[in-house]
C-alpha cells in the first residue's frame, strides 16, 4: 500500500531539494529544512513537491503527513508570512514591556521586582502595542515558539489562576 501526498507550489515561489534538504524560497524570503527520514521518499516534479512511501507502518504514513504539512508551512511562510497576536492582561499591576536584542523583559508583573524574561528567537519580528504584542515571521515554527515563551514566561504558580488572570496570552494566529 503505497502512499503519496502532494503539494501544490504557487507561481513566484522557487522550490529546490538538494539530498533532503527542502528550500523554499519566495517573496518574502528563504527557509531551509532537513526532510529526510527512512522509507520515505521526497520530488520536486514541475509545481509540486511529491512525498510518498511504499510502507504502511502506522509511523511512516503519519511521517508522510508531518512532512507534507511542514512543505505547506514553509510555502505559506515564504508567501503570506506568519502573525500572532497576544493581549498583555493585567489587573492590578501594570505590566510593562521592553524589548531587549534577542528577549523580552516584562516588568512589573504582579508587583514583582524581578524582571521576567521570554526569549525571542532570530527570525521573529516583535511589535509592542499598549495592551497588545504582535509577533511576525515566515517560519510559523519560531513565531510559534516565540509566543510559547512569551506566554509561559507568564505563568503563575502557587496561586489560583481563576482569581490571578494575569499574563500574557495569544489571542489570534494568522
Avoid: C
Avoid at 516584562?106 to 514583582?112: A, D
Amino acid at each position: 500500500m503505497a502512499i503519496t501526498r502532494q503539494v501544490e507550489i504557487p507561481p513566484g515561489v522557487d522550490v529546490t531539494l538538494d539530498g533532503g534538504v527542502l528550500t523554499v524560497s519566495g517573496p518574502k524570503g528563504t527557509l531551509v529544512r532537513d526532510m529526510r527520514f527512512p522509507q520515505i521518499e521526497i520530488a520536486v516534479e514541475g509545481d509540486k513537491v511529491v512525498v510518498s512511501t511504499a510502507s504502511d507502518k502506522k509511523r511512516i504514513l503519519a511521517m508522510t503527513g508531518t512532512l507534507e504539512a511542514h512543505a505547506k508551512n514553509m510555502i505559506r511562510g515564504v508567501v503570506d508570512g506568519y502573525e500572532y497576536r497576544m493581549k498583555v492582561v493585567y489587573s492590578h499591576f501594570p505590566i510593562q514591556l521592553k524589548q531587549q536584542g534577542n528577549r523580552l523583559e516584562i516588568n512589573n508583573f504582579l508587583g514583582e521586582k524581578q524582571p521576567r524574561i521570554a526569549k525571542i528567537i532570530e527570525g521573529v519580528t516583535v511589535k509592542l502595542g499598549n495592551d497588545e504584542v504582535t509577533l511576525t515571521g515566515i517560519d510559523k515554527e519560531k513565531v510559534g515558539n516565540t509566543a510559547a515563551n512569551i506566554e509561559h514566561a507568564t505563568r503563575i504558580t502557587k496561586r489560583d489562576p481563576r482569581v490571578f488572570q494575569d499574563g500574557i496570552y495569544i489571542t489570534e494566529r494568522a
